[in-house]
């Protein structure tokens, strides 16, 4: 099974896919989708890169893994595909979004829409098994995703991260903050959005008030 991923990162990210960890990490993926259910489809772990060219980055979004119900993963973080029920998360991250901008709350939970305007929709671990939240973790995703923000910080200047809960904020220790924009909150997850640290961020019209000031396009949310 080859690394379906977009040339323009493949010319960022070559070097991983030599290195020792990533040849087990990928042999381990190849066994996990010939011997279970796993999400999201094979044609879609790399969609993050595959929606998003290198070169149109403009704002980052680190979750931790995939979905694990049946249908709901499609490659981007906290995004389902259409006609999915939208999970916990989600939710509240559109309500914040209709709080924030005005905009009604959407219909549809894939958020292929963001990344092709250049949000990337980054999971720091890119597969999971069928029902089983986590389970490919500390597998070698964590190392590469590592490196993806890494160089994304390196090669690039005024990227706007945005950092939710405590996984994401420890990711966020490889950007170079002198160089890019980060934004932190708490997790849109119920738990931490009911204890009052999500709702309010006013992440959304943020973004798009520095876009603005650096003589950018919007994203359209």
């Known amino acids: 099974m080859q690394v379906n991923i977009a040339e323009n990162w493949k010319h960022i990210l ?14 381990y993926v190849n066994e996990e989708y010939a011997t279970n ?28 893994d995939p979905y694990h119900g049946e249908g709901q993963a499609n490659g981007l973080c906290f995004s389902v595909h259409k006609d999915i029920a939208h999970p916990p998360s989600l939710i ?21 829409s963001w990344a092709s305007q250049g949000v990337l929709l980054l999971n720091a671990t890119l597969t999971v098994r069928a029902g ?13 995703t590592d490196v993806v923000i890494r160089e994304t910080s390196a090669k690039k200047e005024g990227v706007i991260f945005l950092l939710w809960g405590g996984f994401a ?7 170079d903050a002198q160089k890019h924009v980060v934004l932190t909150s708490g997790h849109p997850s119920p738990l931490s959005a009911n204890r009052g640290y999500w709702f309010g961020n ?3 019209s943020k973004v798009n008030e520095i876009l603005k000031a650096n003589n950018q396009i919007p994203i359209r949310w």
């Open 202 to 204: 006013q992440h959304f």
């Open 37 to 64: 259910t796993c999400y999201p489809k094979l044609e879609d772990i790399f969609a993050a890169f595959n929606y998003c060219a290198f070169k149109d980055v403009k704002v980052v979004i680190i979750g931790q």
């Open 14 to 27: 070559e070097a991983e896919f030599n290195k020792d960890y990533f040849k087990r990490l990928w042999n």
């Open 169 to 175: 904020k420890k990711k966020g220790k490889k950007i």
């Open 92 to 112: 509240n991250i559109f309500k914040e979004l209709h709080s924030d901008t005005g905009k009604p709350y959407p219909v549809s939970g894939d958020l292929s």
């Open 132 to 144: 089983e939240a986590g389970s490919h973790q500390k597998k070698g995703w964590e190392e590469f």
